[in-house]
Structure formats: C-alpha cells, structure tokens
T-cell receptor, first 114, second 112 residues
Framework: DTEVTQTPKHLVMGMTNKKSLKCEQHMGHRAMYWYKQKAKKPPELMFVYSYEKLSINESVPSRFSPECPNSSLLNLHLHALQPEDSALYLC?????????????FGPGTRLTVL | AQSVTQLGSHVSVSEGALVLLRCNYSSSVPPYLFWYVQYPNQGLQLLLKYTSAATLVKGINGFEAEFKKSETSFHLTKPSAHMSDAAEYFCAVNQAGTALIFGKGTTLSVSS
C-alpha cells in the first residue's frame, strides 16, 4: 500500500480564520513533506520532517505552522492567510533519510482564501 | 546545485502516436531521477524512477524512460498514446539530504 491521505479535500477560509490540514500515511515512512502548488506550476517545497523533527523549512511565512505529532501524521496549521496563499497543498512521504527514496504524494487539499 | 530542465511546456500528439517528453538534469553525482504524472485536480502519481540499477526503466501505463549519462538526459516515452494519457508530467531529481527538485512540467494533449 502506497497511500497517503489528506483531509479535507477542499477548504475555503477567510483571512482571519484558523484552520488545519491533515496528512496521514501508514507505510512506515519517517520523512514527510509539505508542498504548495499553484496552477500550471511544479510543487514548491515548504517543510520537511525527518524522524518527527523539522529538518527543512524553506523560508515559509509564519502564518503556516507545521506539526508532526507522530511518525504517521503531519499537520499544517493555517492562520491569517492571504488570498495569494490559495493553492493546492500536497503532502508526501518517503523512507528516511530525506532524498534517498521515492516520495509518495497524497491527493492534496485545494485551499481558497477569501 | 541540482536542476532539471523539461524541454517543451506543451506537447500535442494524436492518439496512437509516439509520446516523447524530454528531461535533462544537472548533477555532479549520480542522481535519483523520477517522472510523475498529475491529472487535473489530483496529486502526483509516480510513473517510474531511476536509481542506477538499470538504464532503461519501465513504469506504469506503458511508459518507459532511458537514463543517458553522456547526454544527462532522462526522456520519457510511450509507443502509442491514449486519450487517458492527457495530463501534466513532471521530471524530478534528488540526492541524499535534499527534497525533490522538479522541472517546470510538460502538458501532454492527446487528440483523436
């Protein structure tokens, strides 16, 4: 099984809201990733967790706050977002160490910020 | 620094024709190379990957890619296109300690 699940599938939020995106995998992977993808563009890396510790933060604004509660779960907490943050947010996982194996992607959460 | 270049942002073929999507990489050491496909409003699905075991790599849905070190290329091919192959295709590279670096993507259109 190479499934990564993400909830919700769609999310609409105002600029003052607080919401969270969730990602789950049961492949025993110890590296998990958040990407942001705008239309007609490749995914852009936001964060990487390796063994539940944040290992890469690509200078993402603090209104995005990642969390890795355990080896199977990855959250992305959202607060005070801007309309330009509207995008498809993709979660992925792989064997650790980072960059040594295939990344498997979830279906994404389509976020719209009003 | 690693990089990936996909030649042609849009490729159009007729159903039954050969599909050729081009990817060139820049890496100082042998890389891991991947092709992913993305259908509208979906996540990325792995088509195939190169990890130095064999230079000709077979993937899902009839796709294959050949790693050519002398040309630093990893082009994706399929002998006969189907309408269902219409999608966005991304070539990507990574090495230990880094996350994936994607090319800009190629949109494949298939006409009947």
């Amino acid at each position: 099984d190479t499934e990564v699940t993400q909830t919700p599938k769609h999310l609409v939020m105002g600029m003052t809201n607080k919401k969270s995106l969730k990602c789950e995998q049961h492949m025993g992977h110890r590296a998990m990733y958040w990407y942001k993808q705008k239309a007609k563009k490749p995914p852009e890396l936001m964060f990487v967790y390796s063994y539940e510790k944040l290992s890469i933060n690509e200078s993402v604004p603090s209104r995005f706050s990642p969390e890795c509660p355990n080896s199977s779960l990855l959250n992305l907490h959202l607060h005070a977002l801007q309309p330009e943050d509207s995008a498809l947010y993709l979660c992925a996982s792989s064997q650790a160490p980072v960059g040594t194996d295939t990344q498997y992607f979830g279906p994404g959460t389509r976020l719209t910020v009003l | 620094a690693q990089s990936v270049t996909q030649l042609g942002s849009h490729v159009s073929v007729s159903e039954g024709a050969l599909v050729l999507l081009r990817c060139n990489y820049s890496s100082s050491v042998p890389p891991y190379l991947f092709w992913y496909v993305q259908y509208p409003n979906q996540g990325l699905q792995l088509l195939l990957k190169y990890t130095s075991a064999a230079t000709l790599v077979k993937g899902i849905n009839g796709f294959e890619a050949e790693f050519k070190k002398s040309e630093t290329s990893f082009h994706l091919t399929k002998p006969s296109a189907h309408m269902s192959d219409a999608a966005e295709y991304f070539c990507a590279v990574n090495q230990a300690g880094t996350a994936l670096i994607f090319g800009k993507g190629t949109t494949l259109s298939v006409s009947s």
